[in-house]
């Protein structure tokens, strides 16, 4: 039996349909995934609420059953243990499993002033390592190999310390002697020995650069009933490593702002001022830094804050797209600007970016391009509500930028680990953290400031 012959024009028939078929499937598949990954595992509700009144992202598309709970057609208020509710997409393809618990947000009061930070670490950071050169003129690097970017040196010798100065003068004691040290890296305790070199000045280096404390501008976020407060919203990270810093205390300072440059596209703009390092400035204590902020207690109410009203949390589910504003100093005094809350992201794996935001007040476009370094925190209020704080400029659009939930910034902060922050330009965005001091080049311990 003679076989049929497939012509080209078959076979591109086959090519097109296939490719069509393909096409359908991504589709379809990215689309039930970010279906998926739009509603959120867990949500926080208040006590007064009930199963009826609680929204989810793509309503229409998603219907929501209460499969564990005590609760009925007669009695829809929220219990105080907490109820799951099963998500499908139109009924019949499950989603995810949502868990809903009764939580009550505080009342605050909004910040928006600007604050100067302080901060010690735990322990010596280890920016990096590089080479020295000996009493006979040969480059040597006696870390190399021995500590990375990110270790805390928390002891020499035994002995515990805290400031460059103190590793200084063992280092200069040891006489060429190798010297024992307890680093922290990644959360676990480990010990090395390190040979210093000794120089043609009879000095002995480690090869090691090496920070002790950071310092900066940023923006109050909250004040609660308790004079605990919350700023940044994003975690201070090291300039050199990208690491959150682990930190052992520091203090908050009154700060001002003496000039602003304007952001451009491809080039973020930057408040920049003066903190007042003097103990009658002290506003109060650094206790944590987090992936959501800089956490502490006031010593007293900052005078920027007088006329503000304590106003309450919205949880996630109540932020909506549209108007909003925010609350940031730029020449002197607290001031509200408008905004316009573009998109939510209930379940955004970086809670740093689950809102983007578009700047819309002239005079603040006029004056700092939109979002700037230094406005890191600044509070989004909405509906009477904060809503949350802007923690991201878009380096392509300084009028963007991205915010983080307020319910976020209130949860239990997080326990200090080593939690990478993205300092990537473009989509991804730039902290808005202004660093005061610039690094300065150099081969001994105790270069980075």
């Not at 497939?6 to 097109?16: C, D, L």
């Not at 020995?193 to 000095?203: E, F, K, T, W």
């Not at 050199?240 to 000039?259: E, H, N």
């Not at 970086?350 to 006029?366: A, T, W, Y």
């Amino acid at each position: 039996m003679k076989k049929k012959k497939i012509t080209e024009r078959t076979r591109a028939i086959y090519r097109t349909l296939a490719m069509f078929l393909l096409l359908f499937f991504f589709l379809v598949t990215g689309g039930f995934w970010y279906l998926k990954s739009s509603i959120p595992d867990q949500l926080n509700v208040a006590s007064y609420e009930d199963v009826d009144t609680i929204k989810l992202p793509f309503q229409s598309m998603v219907k929501d059953e209460v499969v564990y709970a005590s609760v009925s057609a007669e009695n829809t208020k929220i219990p105080e243990e907490k109820i799951k509710i099963q998500c499908s997409f139109l009924g019949f393809v499950p989603l995810k499993t949502v868990e809903i618990q009764q939580k009550e947000l505080p009342q605050v009061l909004p910040g928006g002033n600007t604050i100067g930070i302080f901060m010690k670490t735990k322990g010596i950071l280890v920016v990096g390592t590089g080479s020295v050169t000996d009493a006979d003129g040969m480059e040597r690097e006696p870390s190399l190999g021995i500590l990375k970017s990110g270790d805390y040196i928390v002891k020499a010798d035994g002995k515990e310390i805290s400031t460059k100065e103190e590793i200084l003068e063992i280092v200069e004691k040891s006489q060429g002697k190798k010297i024992r040290l307890t680093i922290i890296r990644n959360g676990f305790k480990k010990e090395c020995q390190i040979l210093p070199v000794r120089m043609q000045d009879g000095s002995c280096k480690l090869g090691v650069w090496v920070r002790d404390d950071t310092q900066g501008l940023g923006t109050m976020t909250y004040v609660d009933g308790q004079k605990q407060y919350g700023a940044l919203g994003h975690g201070i990270s090291d300039v050199d490593t990208g690491l959150l810093m682990q930190i052992r205390d520091g203090k908050l300072y009154r700060a001002s702002v003496g000039a602003v440059k304007k952001g451009e596209k491809g080039n973020p703009g930057e408040l920049s001022g003066t903190i007042y390092y003097r103990d009658d400035q002290i506003l109060g204590t650094i206790t944590s830094n987090s992936e959501t902020g800089i956490k502490g207690m006031l010593y007293a109410m900052p005078q920027e804050l007088s006329g503000h009203s304590f106003v309450q949390t919205a949880y996630r589910q109540e932020v909506h797209t549209g108007n909003a504003s925010i609350y940031c100093s730029i020449d002197g005094s607290v001031k509200e600007y408008t905004v316009e809350i573009e998109k939510i992201n209930l379940s955004h794996r970086d809670i740093n970016k689950s809102m983007v935001i578009r700047v819309k007040d002239q005079d603040l476009l006029e004056k700092t391009g939109g979002i700037v370094q230094g406005m890191s925190g600044s509070p989004i209020l909405q509906d009477g509500k904060l809503i949350g704080a802007v923690t991201h400029v878009f380096v392509a659009d300084p009028s963007r930028g991205y915010a983080i939930f307020a319910e976020n910034m209130l949860e239990k902060y997080a326990q200090s680990g080593t939690l990478r922050q993205q300092t990537a330009d473009g989509a991804a965005g730039k902290h808005c953290l202004s660093v005061l001091g610039k690094l300065l080049p150099g081969d001994l311990i105790t270069i980075r400031p």
